[in-house]
């Protein structure tokens, strides 16, 4: 159902761009108030210019630090590399990263609001982008989400970048996974995600991406 629905937008829009971007990550929890997160993802060509294919772009290198404020309230800060010259010709990219989440659950729903700055450095430009995201996830058998079951992520988020020489840009993402809870340290998730990426301009960019995952705790 997901393939079928990623080319019936590829077919439906125009400037439309294609990937399949698999992660790996694990959070590892120091005590009741501090976790780490390592994380290791792909992204991959699969529409480019039109044409179906499978060709690598880069890959992502991450560590996030969080430390909990209240019971549903987090900060936490973020380093992140990104190997993109190893695969075609772009830039690789150092990133920081600050944000601060809040979460609430009034009924099996839980919502979640995070907002984040970060500062994206290639060895031609610095940027500056600052993220706004709400998201819910909800599981999908019960009121509570039990080993083996599956639960809903859905989220839309927007976000303004501006670097010196440049105009500033706006992005909209909007993106729906379905998860399985495998046992009680280890979820997987897939999904799509849509990008409107600077749509002011003239001649905005649409991008989807084919999203799988999986998650370890331990």
Do not use: C
């Not at 209240?70 to 920081?96: A, K, M, T």
């Not at 009121?143 to 989220?155: A, C, N, T, W």
């Not at 988020?157 to 440049?166: A, D, H, Q, T």
């Not at 809870?181 to 301009?201: M, N, S, V």
């Amino acid at each position: 159902m997901l393939f079928l629905l990623f080319v019936g937008m590829a077919s439906a829009q125009e400037n439309l761009t294609g990937y399949w971007e698999p992660k790996f990550s694990v959070n590892y929890k120091v005590t009741g108030l501090y976790s780490h997160n390592f994380s290791l993802s792909n992204r991959n060509y699969l529409l480019d210019d039109g044409q179906f294919t499978l060709q690598g772009r880069q890959l992502d290198l991450a560590h996030f630090s969080k430390l909990k404020v209240r019971d549903n309230q987090s900060i936490s800060v973020g380093v992140q590399y990104r190997f993109r010259n190893n695969f075609e010709d772009g830039e690789n990219e150092l990133r920081f990263t600050q944000q601060y989440n809040f979460t609430y659950r009034p009924y099996t729903i839980r919502f979640g609001h995070r907002i984040s700055a970060e500062q994206r450095i290639t060895q031609s430009l610095t940027t500056h982008r600052f993220r706004y995201r709400i998201a819910l996830d909800v599981p999908l058998q019960g009121e509570k989400l039990d080993p083996g079951e599956p639960y809903f992520v859905g989220s839309l988020e927007n976000l303004w970048s501006v670097s010196k020489g440049n105009s500033p840009q706006y992005d909209t993402r909007i993106s729906s996974q379905i998860g399985w809870l495998i046992g009680k340290d280890l979820t997987i998730q897939l999904g799509l995600e849509y990008r409107f990426e600077d749509f002011t301009a003239v001649s905005p960019k649409n991008v989807i991406f084919l999203l799988t995952g999986a998650q370890l705790a331990l």
